[in-house]
RNA sequence: UGGGGUGUGGCCAAGCGGUAAGGCACCGGAUUCUGGUUCCGGCAUUCGGGGGUUCAAAUCCUCCCACCCCAGCCA
């Protein structure tokens, strides 16, 4: 790594927050807050927000809130309130005691919300759904006034009052902003900021039958809590005007709304609306499924919380729309379990074989290094045998020219183990190659010739007799397409589905030493990749995900061949 | 002339008037008992385009072009 990618990278909201520190803006406090909507979970793209406000606050010396953003009990449960608070958590990131919702604030915006109708800034709407929609105007011309805009401060109070008492029914009446129907801000034509929804809250229960807007409810929140910098993604960009509008009719404390892109990924869809669409229809297995870029999916998968942070570092934050390569988020994760995770042999696709001139019955355990890229972890023995087995990709009958592995009459390396030699290729009736027969050399015991002669390639390997079965589930990306919901795209998302994206290899031998891995655990399978024990493992049947695999030359050649 | 944004290599992204950081990807080459890792080298005479200001422009001005967001009683 070089030394300028650990100089911590600057970006426009961090300059922003440096500068109003050295104009002692708010006493040159720093408090950030991460405000999810518990209505789903979190993924990537939420981490690069996490990240961004846990990680300026601790940067700056300041204090970063969870709040749950909760105003729609209609689409709000706890079990996302949950989810989302171990996946924060997981991340790395400590909110203390500083768990706030929303919802805690429902009587004071009710207080502020009174105040602003005696202030003349707000009215009680009698319009239904449709008639606003006709009053409020198009994209291009301005919208009309409410046939309601000019009640009395006192009819306001008593028919909001009313609202809130529960006298109407849900969506006859509505509280909204008294603003501007001509401007070309749409957020800005008289709002509505307070519904009749009769839903049970996850936290409020029955105590409230209307609910405050988002629009609304937030800027507030991030008032209530002395929040300095309030980080949003692009879209909200022209409802600052509204965000400011609401903080300064109430006087309050003032935050600054800072916007910035939403981050998109290659080959991926992170929208919760089509998360929860492949999850509902049964695209995937579920919120974790490990083709996901959920927290929860990418946790199963095996990615590590330094290494998604550490994505989300190199990512950058700016104000540009951009879809970052999936390979990036790979080389993070790859970076990250080549200094941890311990190497162990297993072999996905198993070829048997016999090793002729090895002794029936013996078994040798060889010295094998657990990391080679971090010493303190040791070493340890894997037991050697008459039979084995090789990965099938590991021998050609009829090698290319720069196939360096197995074939006939030729010697390879057997990893920490011994030298070998096939000497003969068994088939079976269908002419497919069903066993080999090898000869091994004793003298190049632990892998090293005493007279110095070389092997072009180290196949790793694991005994027939030692090994444990395993099932192996094997990802690719979950889209063939990269930009899978190019908006400019007639056809749906899901038809770029990758075919591919799971394939469940029972039948895989792993080394005696993973006998009882705990799920959650990671490992590099030697030459392979990264592979990780899922929650479906027991001690009965080993159950591994791969993470991702390792950088393949060989792979790149083929297919520069076939091109 | 509806409003709000954004355009720097294949993908991200620094740059803030002094002559294009860095990462990923890609292409070499060295080391290697993982075709992994590591190392070394290559990869924008040019910053959406045109004009202008200036000794000097990706940075300032101006016009144009492209793309994204907004018409939920969602967030």
């Known amino acids: 790594m070089s ?35 518990p209505n789903g979970y979190l993924h990537i793209g939420h981490a690069k927000s996490i990240c961004l406000n846990f990680g300026v606050a601790s940067e700056y010396n300041g204090l970063c809130n969870l709040r749950f953003d909760d105003t729609n009990p209609t689409k709000e449960e706890q079990e996302y309130v949950d989810s989302i608070s171990e996946d924060v958590r997981w991340l790395g990131f400590d909110w203390e005691d500083r768990e706030y919702y929303a919802s805690n604030y429902f009587q004071k915006l009710y207080e502020y919300a ?32 409410s046939p309601y805009r000019n009640r009395s401060v ?23 902003a008294k603003i501007d129907m001509s401007s070309g801000n749409i957020n800005m034509r008289d709002p509505v900021f307070y519904r009749i929804q009769r839903s049970t809250h996850h936290r409020t229960g029955d105590e409230w039958c209307i609910y405050p807007m988002y629009d609304y409810a937030h800027c507030v929140s991030d008032s209530i809590e002395g929040i300095t910098h309030s980080l949003c993604t692009l879209e909200f960009e022209d409802h600052r005007p509204l965000y400011d509008w609401f903080l300064d009719q109430l006087n309050v404390f003032h935050t600054h709304q800072i916007e910035f892109a939403r981050l998109n990924i290659s080959h991926a869809v992170l929208s919760k609306r089509k998360l929860l669409q492949l999850v509902q229809e049964n695209y995937v297995n579920g919120w974790d499924d490990p083709r996901m870029l959920t927290i929860s999916g990418m946790r199963r998968r095996g990615y590590t919380p330094a290494s998604i942070r550490k994505f989300c570092e190199r990512i950058g934050v700016a104000k540009a729309d951009s879809t970052v390569d999936m390979a990036l988020l790979e080389y993070s994760i790859r970076e990250d379990l080549n200094k941890s995770a311990p190497r162990v042999m297993s072999v996905l696709r198993p070829l048997k074989i016999i090793i002729t001139n090895y002794p029936e019955g013996q078994t040798d355990d060889l010295d094998a290094i657990n990391n080679p890229e971090d010493p303190g972890a040791g070493t340890r023995k894997v037991p050697f045998s008459k039979i084995i087995y090789i990965e099938r990709d590991d021998f050609m009958e009829d090698p290319p ?20 030699t096939c000497v003969d290729v068994v088939k079976d009736d269908n002419g497919e190659v069903s066993e080999l027969h090898c000869t ?16 072009k390639a180290t196949l790793h390997w694991v005994s027939d007799e030692h090994s444990l079965e395993a099932e192996v589930r094997i990802y690719e990306h979950l889209f063939e397409k990269a930009d899978p919901d190019n908006p400019k795209d007639e056809a749906d998302f899901k038809s770029y589905l990758n075919p591919n994206s799971l394939t469940v290899l029972d039948g895989c031998r ?42 393949d030359t060989w792979k790149k050649i083929q297919k520069a061949k076939k091109q």
């Open 114 to 145: 009174v105040q602003l109708i005696k202030a003349g800034k707000a009215f009680v709407c009698d319009l239904t759904a449709d008639q606003m929609r006709e009053y409020r105007g198009t994209l291009k011309e301005p919208g009309q006034d």
């Open 401 to 420: 020219k720069k196939f360096f592995r197995l074939a006939p009459g030729r010697e390879v390396r057997l990893r920490y183990a011994y030298f070998i």
């Open 154 to 176: 006192e009819e306001n109070i008593d028919l909001f009052e009313r609202m809130k008492n529960g006298e109407f029914e849900d969506g006859s009446h509505t509280l909204r």
């Open 3 to 37: 030394e300028n990618e650990n100089k911590n990278p600057t970006n426009f909201v961090k300059q922003i927050i440096e500068e109003d520190i050295k104009n002692r803006k708010n006493d040159s406090r720093v408090h950030t807050r991460f405000p999810p909507e």
């Open 510 to 551: 792993v080394e005696p030493s993973l006998a009882g891995a705990e799920p959650g655990s990671r490992f590099q399978f030697e030459r392979l990749g990264y592979f990780s024990v899922d929650s479906d493992s027991s001690d009965d049947k080993l159950v591994f995900n791969r993470t991702v695999t390792l950088k």
């Open 440 to 455: 091994y050399d004793p003298e190049t015991r632990g892998g090293d010739a005493p007279d110095g002669r070389k092997v």
